[in-house]
């Protein structure tokens, strides 16, 4: 079965550097996101992305944040300088354009110290 | 004010029994209404996609939609301890389909 796949499942990083989690979408999907989680917290949307260029962002998707679909396959979300608080769970998803269902991925846990 | 909300539990039913997980919902552009499973530090699994009021059922799984109360609910017969994990209500609406809005999760435990 198709699945989105994310790397690395775990980042450590250092306050200050930059970071950039990677996706593998599922093949057919147009519609790319990513997502957030604070350990404890809901899961929050932060960025779709459609045609290359971003279709809808949140208030969270700061200056710090970009994303990027750098080849026909991967989507990367980069994180420019992180902050104590950028540590959290994040999952990209891709949206089946027929039936508009939104799966994700296993998520990439970042630990920012 | 929160827009989906649900019940963090924790929830603790016996094997076998049948278990309802509720959300409410307070912005009317949603139509789009998902129910997501996740297991400790893993990605939500879609369990359950409905469009607008009604019910949709899927072998043990029963999720019921009610734009009048703005209600959202899944049912689970059967339960069985492969059940236990968080369990996720999130809407949509509009033409932001992908843009979800997740409540808190419940989470479940079924004991044998």
């Known amino acids: 079965e198709p699945e989105v796949t994310q790397t690395p499942s775990h980042q450590v990083t250092q306050m200050g550097q930059e970071v950039i989690l990677r996706c593998v979408p599922i093949s057919n999907h147009l519609y790319f996101y990513w997502y957030r989680q604070i350990l404890g917290q809901k899961v929050e949307f932060l960025v779709s992305?459609?045609?290359?260029?971003?279709?809808?962002k949140s208030e969270i998707f700061d200056d710090q944040f970009s994303v990027e679909r750098p080849d026909g396959s991967n989507f990367t979300l980069k994180i420019r300088s992180t902050k104590l608080e950028d540590s959290a769970m994040y999952f990209c998803?891709?949206?089946?354009?027929?039936?508009?269902?939104?799966?994700f991925g296993e998520g990439s846990r970042l630990t920012v110290l | 004010q929160k827009e989906v909300e649900q019940d963090p539990g924790p929830l603790s039913v016996p094997e076998g029994a049948i278990v309802s997980l509720n959300c409410t919902y307070s912005n009317s552009a949603f139509q789009y209404f998902m129910w997501y499973r996740q297991y400790s530090r893993k990605g939500p699994e879609l369990l359950m996609y409905t469009y607008s009021s009604g019910n949709k059922e899927d072998g043990r799984f029963t999720a019921q939609v009610d734009k009048s109360s703005k209600y959202i609910s899944l049912f689970i017969r059967d339960s069985q301890p492969s059940d236990s994990a968080t369990y996720l209500c999130a809407a949509a609406g509009g033409t932001s389909y992908g843009k979800l809005t997740f409540g808190q999760g419940t989470i479940l435990t079924v004991h044998p």
């Open positions: 998803a891709s949206r089946d354009l027929n039936t508009g269902e939104l799966f």
């Open positions: 992305f459609y045609n290359n260029e971003i279709s809808e």
